[in-house]
């Protein structure tokens, strides 16, 4: 089985700066996505950022940026230039690969960014 | 297409009453998923369609917890004989690829 850990349950980034949210899985597939999705309060979950595990490549969405390791099992968000709509809750989550198409998300518990003026 | 639509956005109960949940999906999207939502933690997988075949169901579903998708277009998920730990978001979730899943916004189940 997946697990999804992030251990930031809180942060907070004053306007403008760059901060990074951690996030490690465990899997024993080789093939897999990863996701970093947006929760703002009383709001529904949208996607920020996806990884294919086979590219190498770190995926990159405007201000929004990933460290994907591997081998380390981490994979953590950059998001620069804080801007105060980025307060909400992040979930970090695992989807292994199948040729059927989606399968079902696991999510880490969370990390609540609030961002200061 | 307006998104995935989820009926009602908030529902309070009392223990022991069945409630009923509905999920609309986006019509083009063969794979619909349900997930519970507790306060401070991560959505968890409770079961999924594709199309009108439920294909797999979490432990977390006891037989209290029934999911249909008639047809293999809106799905309902209904809670018979409510407890106050069935209290949580309910959230549904649809998608036709890997990297395209769409949200709804939720029902919240409140159970007194």
Redesign the interface.
């Known amino acids: 089985a997946q697990t999804v850990t992030q251990s930031q349950p809180e942060m907070s980034v004053q306007e403008a700066e760059t901060v990074t949210l951690s996030c490690t899985y465990d899997t024993s597939e080789s093939n897999y996505y990863l996701f970093w999705y947006k929760q703002p309060p009383s709001r529904q979950m949208i996607l920020v950022i996806r990884q294919e595990a086979y590219k190498q490549q770190n995926a990159t969405e405007n201000r929004f940026s990933v460290n994907f390791q591997k081998a380390a099992k981490s994979f953590s968000l950059k998001i620069s230039d804080s801007q105060l709509g980025d307060t909400a809750m992040y979930f970090c989550a695992f989807m292994k690969h199948t040729q059927g198409g989606s399968e079902k998300l696991v999510f880490g518990k969370g990390t609540k960014l609030t961002v200061n003026p | 297409d307006t998104g995935v639509s989820q009926d009602p956005r908030h529902k309070i109960t009392k223990r022991g009453q069945n409630v009923t949940f509905r999920c609309d999906p986006i019509s083009e999207h063969?794979?619909l998923?349900w997930?519970r939502q507790t306060l401070?933690?991560?959505?968890?997988?409770l079961t999924?369609f594709?199309n009108e075949a439920q294909l797999?169901k979490s432990r977390l579903l006891s037989d209290r917890f029934s999911a249909e998708r008639p047809k293999g277009s809106f799905s309902t998920l209904e809670i018979q004989r409510t407890e106050q730990g069935d209290s949580a978001m309910y959230?549904c979730?649809s998608?036709?690829?890997?990297?395209?899943?769409t949200?709804?916004?939720?029902t919240r189940l409140t159970v007194v």
């Open positions: 063969n794979r998923y997930y401070g933690q991560g959505p968890e997988f999924y594709q797999e959230l979730a998608s036709l690829l890997a990297y395209g899943y949200f709804g916004s939720g």
